[in-house]
């Protein structure tokens, strides 16, 4: 259902918007609401930006006009009326590009002391949720507008003043894209389609389902917000005007029309909208607003001047875009490189690690070298003097394994009843278990009412022993299961030293050797240790000794007892020092690669079959290096790379860089300036400069407002 929901919301919102608009037609709901005319009082109180006189009635105008806009008409639901006629300047210029956040902090005080209780009652408005419960408000939001979701969230997370005004901020803008209407039509939707298979809600069609029950400005953010705001945008007029920004009284008409115009055809888009359809519908919205055509016009007027300003003030930043170009050819500069680097084994963090490649090397080199990893091996039978855990033979075998713990489950419980009544193994039960003391001499009959009358976890006890007896006895058992056990076909290496087990349970090498060697029928059901047990078949093996790799002989723990035995103690401090011995063999490589030889690379990281009894390769060639190609942006090159990269030439070579992987080098394949973005990236430039003027500007007639206000 949810999948349907996702897949055609775009659809949906669309019908549903269509729906609950036309719902709102002006021949219906706004017929009905005919205010009286309102007689308001009109005192001086206090001057604007340009020196005139700035009265209540003025101020109160402007924010009547401005308390709802059109965005608004889903938050009623026939409760109520939305001003039509306002395209929303506070919700899209002021609140949602933050201006209205510095009307909030130029006149805090007093706008807290009201918004605080607003906002105490906020955090603890619950959202609608239905009597099925898993239709709810939040799932919905959540569903179809993730960020007003996390907006939310983040609202009733808000601590100080200014967090909450931003996060309020954002909920107000978030409606208008998720209004309340639209989610009662998503639920009736829902509701719908499951049919008779949930509970309904009668009440549905009728909840306030606005988000803190707030359908205006004066709601959301409280009377003294609204009239800061009023005045803020009254004395923007006049500064707009005293700069020579000028809006005819013709000009504000025909935007108060042309708003008009825009909500008839989002009413009814089917026909064409008549002169005299359209001049009642601006006549009932001014009355609506109980306002005079003369004072809505200069409402509007003082709006769009202000506006004007804004606009002109934000659009009017200067990006040079040759230096632009030239900037962002610098910074999006880039090459694409192919990198050398040792092979991830050969990457040391700790010294206690990098102790045991000196360990191996030790055991393996056929003479100390000056590049630290040597090429020169010693032969096999003097390296099994100096490390016999380092030399090791292969057998490739199908290996099927059993502890004998596991068949303990397999012994039935009459078996083991019988078992433990003979009189031999009675004997042997009285001489372990104290709890038997003193009843050697009872008849069977006897012994079997003896052993039920005992504890559980004693009678536990005894039979967990007598089962292993019975399985040691018969080895027939543990042969029958292994036959059926599957096997795994794998590479087994046995060295010719170590304390580390070839299988579980087994280290007696000399003696396993001599089994493989000769392919006895030993190895069927064989044990060292009575617990672990195991069918061995070879089915190849290698015919000489071989040398371990660095790699294999590190992972299986060999490297760690030879430091270990040997009494080898760390002689490098840090990560660097460790990379300083490196470097000398990566400067090596570097003069090989240079030179056209490119032998000692692998694409990859070397790793033997685990399956197969391949031919090992020469043992050289575990040093040899891995290469990947990289391409490297200037604006996002990782820390091994400078200014050098950028100015080299095609095919050219790099010096040993030390980076967080060990030394490595480079050679540059190619550079190039991508430009593709630059003018997205001007146009953002523009953007981000005339945010900021126009909040520098929003800054100083606040200042100038509060001035005013503090010096009167």
């Known amino acids: 259902m949810l999948k349907y929901l996702r897949k055609y919301q775009k659809v949906i919102f669309a019908v549903v918007a269509c729906m609950v608009i036309a719902s709102f037609s002006f021949f219906g709901t706004y017929g009905t609401m005919q205010p009286e005319k309102r007689v308001e009082e009109d005192i001086i109180i206090g001057k604007a930006l340009d020196g005139s006189d700035l009265s209540s009635k003025e101020v109160n105008q402007v924010g009547r006009f401005l308390d709802t806009d059109f965005y608004d008409i889903m938050n009623f639901s026939g409760r109520g009326s939305a001003n039509l006629l306002n395209d929303g300047f506070v919700r899209n210029d002021l609140l949602k590009t933050g201006l209205g956040l510095f009307v909030f902090q130029s006149y805090k005080n007093e706008i807290w002391e009201e918004l605080s209780k607003k906002v105490s009652k906020f955090k603890q408005f619950k959202t609608y949720v239905h009597p099925n419960k898993f239709i709810t408000f939040e799932g919905l939001v959540k569903q179809f507008a993730p960020h007003y979701s996390q907006d939310?969230?983040?609202?009733?997370?808000?601590?100080?003043?200014?967090?909450?005004?931003?996060?309020?901020?954002?909920?107000?803008?978030?409606?208008?894209?998720?209004?309340?209407?639209?989610?009662?039509k998503?639920?009736?939707?829902?509701?719908?389609?499951?049919?008779?298979?949930?509970?309904?809600?009668?009440?549905l069609r009728n909840v306030d389902l606005s988000l803190f029950y707030a359908k205006n400005l004066t709601d959301w953010f409280g009377a003294k917000f609204l009239e800061r705001t009023s005045q803020f945008i009254i004395n923007g007029a006049a500064f707009a005007a005293k700069q020579g920004y000028k809006v005819s009284f013709e000009e504000a008409k025909s935007a108060l029309m042309q708003s008009a115009l825009r909500r008839l055809k989002e009413l009814d888009s089917s026909k064409a909208i008549t002169n005299d359809e359209l001049n009642k519908f601006y006549k009932q919205q001014l009355s609506l607003l109980q306002m005079e055509e003369k004072e809505a016009i200069k409402v509007v007027e003082k709006i769009l001047v202000f506006k004007k300003m804004l606009d002109e003030v934000g659009s009017s930043v200067f990006v040079d875009s040759v230096l632009y170009k030239q900037f962002s050819e610098f910074a999006s500069k880039g090459a694409l490189v192919e990198i050398y680097k040792l092979p991830s084994y050969l990457?040391?963090?700790?010294?206690?690690?990098?102790?045991?490649?000196?360990?191996?090397?030790?055991?393996?080199?056929k003479k100390p070298s000056d590049f630290l990893l040597?090429?020169?091996?010693?032969?096999?039978?003097?390296?099994?003097?100096?490390?016999?855990?380092?030399?090791?033979?292969?057998?490739?075998?199908?290996v099927a394994s059993l502890k004998k713990s596991n068949l303990e489950s397999d012994i039935s419980m009459r078996k083991t009843w019988d078992w433990e009544l003979k009189e031999e193994n009675w004997a042997l039960l009285n001489e372990i278990f104290p709890e038997l003391h003193g009843c050697k001499e009872i008849d069977f009959e006897d012994r079997f009412a003896y052993l039920q009358a005992l504890d559980q976890s004693v009678k536990e006890k005894i039979d967990q022993f007598s089962r292993r007896k019975i399985l040691d006895e018969d080895v027939n058992i543990m042969k029958a299961r292994l036959s059926l056990t599957p096997t795994q076909k794998r590479v087994l290496s046995v060295t010719l030293e170590g304390s580390e087990e070839v299988l579980p349970g087994v280290q007696d090498r000399e003696k396993l050797l001599d089994l493989l060697e000769n392919g006895s029928e030993k190895l069927f059901c064989y044990s060292e240790n009575g617990e672990d047990f195991h069918n061995i078949e070879v089915i190849d093996k290698s015919s000489l000794w071989e040398i371990l790799t660095f790699q294999e002989a590190n992972q299986r723990g060999i490297l760690e007892q030879i430091v270990l035995k040997k009494g080898m103690?760390?002689?490098?401090?840090?990560?660097?020092?460790?990379?300083?011995?490196?470097?000398?063999?990566?400067?090596?490589?570097?003069?090989?690669?240079?030179?056209?030889?490119?032998?000692?690379?692998?694409?990859?990281?070397?790793?033997?079959s685990d399956e197969t009894l391949e031919t090992k390769f020469a043992l050289e060639r575990q040093w040899a290096l891995k290469k990947e190609e990289m391409r490297v942006m200037r604006k996002t090159m990782p820390s091994f790379f400078d200014e050098k990269l950028f100015s080299m030439q095609d095919k050219e070579w790099s010096d040993v860089i030390s980076s967080e992987e060990g030394p490595v080098f480079y050679r540059v394949l190619e550079t190039f300036v991508d430009t593709s973005?630059?003018?997205?990236?001007?146009?953002?430039?523009?953007?981000?400069?005339?945010?900021?003027?126009k909040e520098a500007l929003a800054k100083e007639l606040l200042e100038k407002m509060v001035t005013s206000t503090n010096g009167s």
Do not use: C, W
């Not at 100080?160 to 009662?184: C, G, H, N, W």
């Not at 009736?188 to 009668?202: C, F, K, P, R």
């Not at 206690?352 to 090397?361: R, S, T, W």
């Not at 973005?677 to 003027?693: N, S, T």
């Open 374 to 398: 040597n090429e020169e091996f010693a032969e096999v039978d003097e390296v099994k003097k100096r490390a016999p855990e380092l030399v090791e033979k292969r057998f490739l075998v199908k």
């Open 186 to 203: 998503m639920m009736l939707y829902i509701e719908h389609q499951y049919g008779n298979a949930v509970q309904t809600d009668s009440s």
């Open 347 to 365: 990457k040391f963090k700790k010294s206690e690690d990098f102790i045991k490649l000196e360990a191996y090397l030790e055991g393996v080199s």
């Open 152 to 184: 939310l969230e983040n609202f009733r997370r808000a601590e100080s003043e200014e967090e909450i005004f931003e996060s309020l901020a954002k909920l107000y803008v978030d409606q208008t894209i998720f209004p309340p209407e639209m989610v009662r």
């Open 569 to 608: 103690k760390e002689k490098h401090k840090s990560e660097s020092d460790i990379n300083i011995k490196l470097i000398p063999y990566m400067r090596k490589m570097l003069q090989l690669f240079v030179s056209g030889d490119e032998r000692s690379v692998f694409a990859q990281d070397v790793r033997m």
């Open 677 to 693: 973005d630059v003018a997205k990236k001007m146009e953002e430039a523009r953007a981000l400069l005339g945010r900021e003027a």
